[in-house]
């Protein structure tokens, strides 16, 4: 019998936000429970296909959270291209998807970044740029995953934990 997939899918680009997207996926856990969030390092088991695993994520998530940090967009390969501009870059794979398949697809700015305008997207990803965004801060990280919790719950219809509710009370 195969596990019920996590609620909540995160795509990031590692050399952008990373060590954000780690820091994320446990204050998710914590707050929402464990196994609410799909993160490829600690969801895919080693030897498992990489591709079929995110893909069929995707598709069973309720909610794609797309973490776009300062170098999001402008991140290039090796050749010099923009690594978003080439159709096998799993950040585009993994936003694209979302968008077809019609997820709720959040946008979290991290770093100062800004919402990257449709005319810097390739043409699978120009819905993107009218999704509302919501920024994550270091110097509020706790108030910032908070209120992202609250929006991630009233799409996913998810009811607040004994522990988030303690740690609610516990802020005000």
């Known amino acids: 019998m195969t596990a019920p997939a996590p609620p909540i899918f995160l795509s990031y680009r590692r050399a952008d936000t990373g060590g954000y997207a780690g ?22 088991t080693p030897g ?8 069929t994520a995707i598709g069973r998530s309720r909610v794609v959270l797309v973490m776009i940090g300062d170098t999001w967009i402008s991140e290039r390969d ?9 159709a ?9 998807i979302a968008l077809r398949r019609g997820k709720t697809v959040l946008p979290l700015l991290l770093e100062g970044a ?31 995953v908070d209120r992202l919790v609250e929006v991630v719950r009233g799409h996913v219809g998810m009811r607040a934990t004994a522990a988030s509710r303690r740690a609610l009370l516990a802020a005000l």
């Open 23 to 44: 820091r994320l996926a446990e204050s998710l856990d914590r707050r929402l429970g464990r196994g609410s969030v799909f993160h490829d390092i600690g969801t895919i």
């Open 48 to 55: 498992s296909d990489f591709e079929h695993a995110i893909e």
């Open 78 to 86: 090796a050749g010099g291209e923009r690594r978003l501009e080439r």
């Open 88 to 96: 096998d870059d799993y950040v585009r794979i993994e936003a694209a």
């Open 114 to 144: 800004r919402m990257p305008p449709e005319s810097e997207l390739p043409d699978d990803l120009k819905p993107l740029a009218r999704h509302q965004a919501l920024e994550l801060s270091d110097t509020r990280w706790d108030h910032d």
